[in-house]
């Protein structure tokens, strides 16, 4: 299967973000920006390699680069679909929330401190969509207001399940 149907399968569609694929290579590189509309990263990320926790270029699935001392965050494309903005820590979760009309950021990480003062000073309501567990209840502590996904994550949900778990806010 390409890239291009892989990421399809997982409900995005790359025409619709700054994303290259290198098809011989099996990989997807998404561009990360800052609130200046400058690039300040990217996220790799290769379906066939194996889930490793350390950010590894050559063998993990995902691999993140952030500029140093910038922020640097996926779904700012959908900064002004609606008041609230929603966190969250991986792409396709952030992407699963774009497709049903919300703004929505992924923060990369369950523990987004270096956009703490970022958040606070946006002048908007902040709704985080957690994983479950201690990285979930991190996230969480950055938001107005909070939903934990039970057994799995928004990116792996069935839309019916997505539309549950937003229902909590």
Same mark, same amino acid.
Not at 65 to 71: A, E
Not at 149 to 162: A, R
């Given at each position: 299967m390409s890239i291009a149907q892989h990421l399809l399968d997982r409900h995005t569609d790359a025409s619709r973000y700054s994303v290259i694929i290198d098809e011989? &290579?099996?990989v997807a590189t998404f561009l990360l920006?800052?609130?200046?509309?400058?690039?300040?990263?990217?996220?790799?990320? *290769?379906?066939? &390699?194996?889930?490793?926790?350390?950010?590894?270029?050559?063998r993990g699935r995902y691999f993140t680069?952030?500029?140093?001392? *910038?922020?640097a965050v996926f779904g700012l494309e959908s900064w002004r679909w609606s008041r609230p903005l929603y966190i969250v820590e991986g792409i396709f979760d952030c992407v699963r929330l774009h497709n049903i009309g919300y703004s929505a950021i992924a923060t990369l990480s369950n523990d987004p401190k270096q956009l703490a003062e970022w958040l606070w000073t946006i002048n908007r309501p902040i709704y985080a969509v957690c994983d479950s567990g201690d990285g979930g209840e991190k996230l969480a502590s950055f938001a107005h207001r909070h939903v934990t996904?039970?057994?799995?994550?928004?990116?792996?949900?069935?839309?019916?399940?997505?539309a549950r778990t937003l229902a909590a806010f």
């Open positions: 011989p &290579a099996g920006f800052d609130l200046s509309g400058a690039v300040s990263g990217y996220q790799q990320y *290769r379906p066939a &390699a194996e889930k490793v926790r350390k950010n590894d270029q050559q680069y952030k500029s140093t001392g *910038r922020h996904c039970d057994g799995g994550d928004l990116g792996s949900m069935t839309n019916d399940e997505v």
